[in-house]
């Protein structure tokens, strides 16, 4: 992969912006099949969901000037929501500067549940289960053997009695199963249902007990992946801040979000702005990975922020972000959805463990961009800004005329497509 910084790219018009991802990356023909045919053809819909009667499409762009771990990425981005790309790019802009980011994983392993109520004693059925665990892993192995022969598969077990003391009702003490299961390049939603569901016979003998559920968990915390980046403050200066003032900024935004849930929501919804559109665009389940990442930020007990910002001993901005991310570069709707195949194509990963790690990176990228905006001049700035052009450009503006009606609309504090056109008809006489 060459440079993912791409100056001026947002200048250009969507056809060279395509002609130059393209020259940056070897043997693409498929790029513009991908783009010119139907993103997703109906009857390629009809086989993923029921009831079809045809398909939802949402902009797709690409996030620029990512470094990390020394490796350039250009990043695609599903997302209706304007702004949220130019600020990514424009953070990465940044962190690129200061050597990029740096990422790590914890594993690729994820957990299916086994619920078993009704066993007469709880504690002799747990012991059951224990020493029976190599019976039953190797019965969910039996029962999917492609993952095994991919390197992965279920690995270990656990088992806990709830609510053993509560006699309240007769529904609440129940033993639960945790399976653990390495997915490898899958999310394995498909693969960790099949391991449980076909031990569940089994998990009835062992413990006299009546199984009911059979499912994954989407709080994957043993399948986290971590992004940190550390920034000199004469990086962050920006108009009429200094960039001390901006990284304290940045700091007391952090501080209130992880203290009051009231702002911590608005601001992890400002992270799953940059995670969400990765996740869409490489076609992996994004109410997964959302569930997920909420019932981390909320894992002591208060729900609070997903990143953490810090001022290092020279001074610099200090960030990181860990979350579970459930994602996958094979199986799903990954191996049908044509703009899928093509996004991780473009990105260029190897693994469902980079994936993680870029998509992990893009959230904090993105939650920088809105706290250094929020504790600055506002956010509302930058989006008229850019507000301001696509209704320059939606007014018939086009090459340098963008910029200039854009500007005049600011300044004039009347962004209108009356007034845009106005302008228009002005500069072109
Ligand atoms: C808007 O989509 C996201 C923000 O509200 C995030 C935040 O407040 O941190 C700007």
């Known amino acids: 992969m060459a440079s993912s910084r791409i100056p ?34 109906v009857e390629t819909a009809d086989k ?19 470094l990390i771990n020394g490796k350039d990425y250009i990043i695609p981005m599903a997302i209706e929501e304007p702004s949220v790309i130019a600020s990514a790019s424009y953070i990465a802009k940044i962190v690129r500067n200061a050597g990029g980011f740096q990422t790590v994983s914890s594993g690729r392993t994820m957990i299916g549940q086994i619920q078993v109520v009704g ?24 029962a999917y053997p492609s993952i095994v022969a991919r390197g992965g598969g279920a690995e270990d077990l656990d088992v806990r009695v709830l609510n053993e003391d509560t006699s309240a009702s007769k529904y609440s ?15 394995g939603a498909n693969m960790i249902n099949t391991m449980v569901e076909s031990i569940a016979p089994l998990v009835e003998e062992i413990t006299k007990g009546k199984v009911y559920l059979r499912i994954l968990s989407n709080f994957a915390d043993r399948c986290l992946a971590k992004a940190t980046c550390k920034i000199p403050p004469e990086l962050l200066e920006s108009e009429g801040f200094s960039g ?35 996740v869409i665009a490489t076609g992996n389940d994004w109410r997964a990975v959302e569930a997920g990442a909420h019932a981390y930020a909320a894992r002591s007990g208060s729900y609070r922020s997903m990143t953490g910002w810090s001022v290092d001993a020279k001074g610099n901005l200090v960030g990181e972000l860990e979350l579970p991310m459930s994602v996958g570069t094979v199986g799903g709707s990954i191996r049908v959805h044509p703009t899928s195949k093509m996004a991780l194509r473009l990105l260029g990963v190897d693994s469902a463990e980079e994936l993680a ?26 989006h008229m ?5 696509s209704v320059a450009i939606a007014a018939g503006a086009t090459g340098e005329m963008i910029d200039m009606v854009a500007q005049k609309l600011v300044e004039e504090k009347e962004i209108r497509i009356g007034k845009a056109k106005e302008l228009v008809a002005m500069y072109t006489r």
């Not at 066993?119 to 190797?138: H, M, N, S």
């Not at 003032?245 to 952090?254: K, T």
Request: with cysteine; net charge negative.
């Open 8 to 41: 001026n790219f947002y200048k250009k018009t969507v056809e060279e912006r395509r002609e130059l991802i393209k020259s940056r990356l070897d043997a693409f023909d498929e790029l513009d099949k991908a783009f010119d045919e139907a993103p997703l053809p």
């Open 48 to 66: 993923m969901v029921e009831n079809a009667i045809g398909t939802y499409p949402l902009p797709l762009g690409v996030g620029l000037n990512f």
């Open 119 to 142: 066993c007469e004693d709880f504690d002799a059925a747990k012991a059951a289960v224990l020493k029976q665990k190599e019976v039953l892993i190797g019965a969910a192995n039996a």
């Open 173 to 187: 003490t129940m033993l639960i199963i945790h399976l653990y299961i390495d997915t490898r390049d899958a999310m």
């Open 244 to 278: 001390e003032e901006v990284r304290d900024g940045v700091i007391h935004a952090f501080e209130f979000a992880d203290s009051d849930p009231y702002r911590a929501v608005t601001h992890n919804k400002g992270i799953m702005n940059g995670i969400d559109p990765v």
């Open 357 to 382: 790690q870029i998509i992990v990176t893009v959230g904090l990228a993105q939650n920088l961009g809105a706290l250094k905006a929020l504790a600055t001049d506002g956010i509302q700035k930058g």
């Open 385 to 389: 800004a850019l507000h301001s052009r």
